[in-house]
């Protein structure tokens, strides 16, 4: 299981990656929403703003996510920071249930990209 630490560095580590996207990515990254990642096996959640494609004012809060994020992402500690590192497919870990996705339709058609 991945700590706090190994967390907040892979959703670090993803807003890197999407600053230097570029093409379709960085369109899709440039959504302006609001957006939570709930860590299930830590009880943890890091929100922030997806903001100009990058995650911008990165906190992290133990239990449930108190507001509700226009992005809202679950998944275990290990699955983030397998997914950031190129190890597991989002797509696959979506459709298995491992990795949670909710956002309104629109986003959904643009965060595709991403996925």
């Known amino acids: 299981m991945a700590d706090t630490d ?7 580590q993803l807003s890197r990656n999407l600053a230097r996207a ?9 959504l302006d929403r609001t957006l939570s990642c709930r860590i299930t096996d830590l009880d943890l959640t890091f929100t922030g703003t997806l903001s100009g494609g990058r995650i911008q004012g990165l906190a992290e809060a133990p ?15 290990d699955d983030l920071v397998a997914l950031v590192g190129g190890r597991l ?3 696959s870990a979506w459709a298995t249930g491992r990795v949670r996705l909710e ?11 991403l996925l």
């Open 103 to 113: 956002a309104g339709f629109r986003d959904l058609l643009r965060l595709r990209t």
């Open 22 to 30: 570029n093409g379709n990515v960085a369109q899709a990254a440039a």
């Open 6 to 12: 190994e967390c907040r560095t892979a959703l670090e």
């Open 89 to 91: 497919n989002f797509a």
């Open 63 to 77: 239990g449930a996510p108190t507001e509700r994020a226009e992005i809202r992402l679950a998944m275990s500690s």
